[in-house]
């Protein structure tokens, strides 16, 4: 089977160049030398591993992509970019028959998902390319479907922590909200506890030095009314490989569903993680 064509957008920031790394080196995917960038780069071109990838900002993508298309095959996009530019990015890609990945949270999901469905083009988007997290938020799903209101009364509390350079809330942890909502937990979303303080993620949390500048820990304390029970879920993540294997895993499920001729339709990481 021929490589499968990616462009790996948000160079040069750090998950994207990870992805890049890591998707050069796995003989599933061919890398194009081109990433779609924020208007605030001043560089033109980096280098990862070798290959010398330009960087197109958004003045010129209309322009460029054409020819991109032409030169190098239609690919399949992957979105690590910034939550400001989530609707322009898939906006960009609808109207160029662009499928993708999109790994950056924030932006009108809704928006997202609509414009997808209106489109020629089929997407992954989910606020969380772990797998494991993504599993873990299946069962909670599975748990209010199954069990509506069973932790009605309880008081819930939620804390993430993000490297600094983060500038939303957690689109996990708001997933996670939503599946406590329905098992009876009155809590919103904007209650959610963002940490992105270095020095309180040292001195309080006991993050590792080398994983400040990287890393998603989340805790969910549900008590009782009384006060009498306890039910803690925590889940920590160093560094950022477990979301690098998820999107590429999920880059390869779309490129089967595109070929088998989806349009218009959004995945989930859930309908990805059913085929591996």
């Known amino acids: 089977m021929a490589p499968i064509p990616i462009m790996i957008n948000g160079l040069p920031g750090n998950v994207a160049r990870l992805l890049s790394v890591r998707a050069l080196a796995d003989p599933r995917f061919a890398v194009l030398p081109f990433s779609l960038t924020g208007p605030e780069i001043q560089e033109r071109q980096v280098d990862i591993d070798g290959l010398a990838v330009t960087l197109v900002r958004p003045d010129d993508r209309d322009k460029q992509m054409p020819a991109i298309i032409e030169n190098h095959g239609r690919p399949i996009a992957i979105d690590f970019t910034h939550p400001s530019a989530v609707n322009a990015n898939c906006a960009f890609y609808c109207a160029h028959g662009i499928p993708f990945v999109m790994g950056t949270t924030g932006g009108d999901r809704a928006a997202l998902q609509a414009a997808v469905e209106a ?86 949390w006991g993050i590792p030095e080398e994983y400040i500048s990287g890393h998603g820990w989340h805790t969910y304390t549900l008590d009782s009314a009384d006060g009498t029970v306890r039910f803690e879920f925590t889940h920590n993540v160093n560094g950022r490989d477990v979301y690098v294997q998820g999107t590429l895993d999920a880059v390869a499920y779309l490129a089967r569903k595109v070929a088998a001729g989806a349009r218009g339709k959004v995945f989930s990481m859930i309908d990805v993680l059913k085929e591996i």
């Open 119 to 204: 489109s020629s083009v089929a997407a992954v988007i989910a606020p969380n390319m772990a797998k494991q997290i993504v599993g873990f938020q299946a069962m909670l799903a599975y748990a209010a479907d199954a069990f509506p209101g069973l932790f009605a009364g309880y008081r819930l509390r939620v804390r993430e922590s993000h490297q600094q350079g983060k500038a939303d809330t957690s689109g996990t942890a708001k997933a996670v909200v939503q599946a406590f909502q329905r098992l009876g937990v009155d809590f919103q979303t904007d209650q959610i506890e963002m940490v992105r303080d270095p020095a309180v993620q040292r001195k309080e």
